[in-house]
């Protein structure tokens, strides 16, 4: 079992910044690759960003150059820095463990 809780999220104008934090704790296979997703409504839950238990990351093409993902394991969280904001960046913010598919509550981000 694993629990998820984020935190972070808020309303910003565009070119603003945020950071997203999502504290994690239960089985650690589970939690090697952590991952951040977002959705809007009537649309799909898409992938955002990732890192994985060394630290190598994977990033959306629509977020490249704009948001960071980094972890303190021995902190259990993971965070998602987020500059550079646009409209287009607005929806809500997934923490999710990519091995064994945990979700968290979700943390809502809008962009003006």
Known sequence: HVQLVES???SVQAGGSLRLSCAYRGYFAC??????????????????SAIDDIR????????KGR???SR???AQTVYLQ???????DTG?????????????????????
């Open 8 to 10: 972070g999220g808020g």
């Open 31 to 48: 939690t090697k690759e952590m991952s951040w997703y977002r959705q809007v409504p009537g649309k799909e839950r898409e992938f955002v």
């Open 56 to 63: 190598r990351t994977r990033y959306a093409d629509s977020v």
């Open 67 to 69: 948001f960071t993902i």
């Open 72 to 74: 303190d394991n021995v």
């Open 82 to 88: 987020m500059d550079g904001l646009t409209p287009d």
């Open 92 to 112: 809500t913010y997934y923490c999710k463990t990519e091995r064994c598919a945990y979700w968290g509550q979700g943390t809502q981000v809008t962009v003006s």
